[in-house]
């Protein structure tokens, strides 16, 4: 029996209130939360005073690049980052090399996964225009990832022909990437001879993410499918699903799209390039009342790591997609400080959404009986994003030099203290996550 116990924390309780006082965690569990808990020998103590604890960060979208691309990132940095920024359970994309779309692929991540993860993991199945049989057997994952468009090999299923038996067949979640691949290739074309990366928001443009999201709500109207939209980035897809949602369907948005837009491009160039493509300052407006009225359901990172190397490359040649995992939750919670939103509600958007909406049992709440995945940050310090502090492979952020706080001080998975002051115990193992 292994007991840890957590004193003098600010403890975000259920209800959304705050307790200071401790927490027992034995054998990976919450055991007990209480104003003061006295227990005769704890094997491990953490001085909590001056600290937040929060449920761990549940990030259902990343991508981490392995097997295949383990040059830009591998489950073992990548999760190295993860600890390092508060994420204590991941859902990860099947863009690898090969692609996750069969249960062998899939069983093969799965077996790196419990090898090199040092937290919780969970992995979607790719659609192609012909695995269908793939999709409905696949064990365990988190649902059934469709490209509708900014297409990575075969992972592609764009017209509406094509996505109809996927949505026709089968319970389980489909999580879109909602862009409108016609007319992505069509303005590509249009705009082929300019370089400046800008242009890549006005060749995906937001006309190209609605059709998108359009069909996908058709498709899951018409089939009560339960879906979820990745990486909502427009205010007129937000608005559309404000008076078109039906209650099976849920949504996401990216920190990135909430705190940066096309003024990115004059700053940094290919490291805003990520798809769907930063918007207009007013989309941020847009998309943050939207996450508050609970039009969009959670928060992601689209973590999705490329080298300097290969971002250095001159648009349209420079890869799409920006790292995350490690800045998110600090990003978020700066924003409680600005007056923007609670820290309950980061804590919502970024953990207990997101395990009921992917019916991930037991986490999410800081709860006797629930896994003691956890996070204990510092609210009272500010600190910047700094490229030597990053755990990524890549080596970057889009967000250098922001002042943060809410910065993890301790992250625990399963009980176990996997980052603490700065340093990580890369002997802690995640384990697979289960979806009832
Ligand atoms: O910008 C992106 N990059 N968006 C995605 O959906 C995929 C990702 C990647 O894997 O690089």
Partial sequence: MIQLLIRHARILLPDGQFLFG???????????VASEIITP????????????????????????????????????????????????????????????????????????????CLVNYGFFIGATTDNLPDLLIANPTCGIKIFMGSAHGTLLVSREAELEPIFAKGTRLIAVHAEDQA???????EFHNITYPAIHSQIQDEKTALNATKLALKLSNKYQRRLHILHLSTGIEAEFLRKNKPHWVTAEVTPQHLLLNTEAYDRIGTLAQMNPPLRSPENNTILWQALLDGIIDFIATDHAPHTLEEKAKSYPNSPSGMPGVETSLPLMLTQTKLGHCSISQVANWMSTAVAKAYKIPNKGLIKPGYDADLVLVDLENYAPVQRKNLQTKCGWSPFEGWELT???????????????????????????????
């Fill in 406 to 436: 809410g910065w993890p001080i301790v992250t625990l998975v399963g009980g176990q203290i996997v980052y603490e002051r700065g340093k990580l115990n890369t002997d802690v193992r995640g384990n697979s996550l289960k979806f009832e």
């Fill in 183 to 189: 007319r992505i290739i069509q303005r590509r074309q």
């Fill in 22 to 32: 401790d927490v027992l965690l034995q054998d990976g569990k919450i055991l007990e």
């Fill in 41 to 116: 020998d704890p094997n491990i103590l953490i001085d909590a005073t001056g600290l937040t604890l929060l449920p761990g960060v549940i990030d259902p979208q990343v991508h981490f690049r392995e097997p295949g691309l383990e040059h830009k990132e591998d489950l073992f940095t990548a999760t190295c980052a993860c600890a390092k920024g508060g994420v204590t359970s991941f859902l990860e994309m099947p863009n690898t090399h090969p692609l996750t779309i069969t249960q062998r692929a899939l069983d093969d991540k799965l077996h790196l996964a419990a090898q090199k």
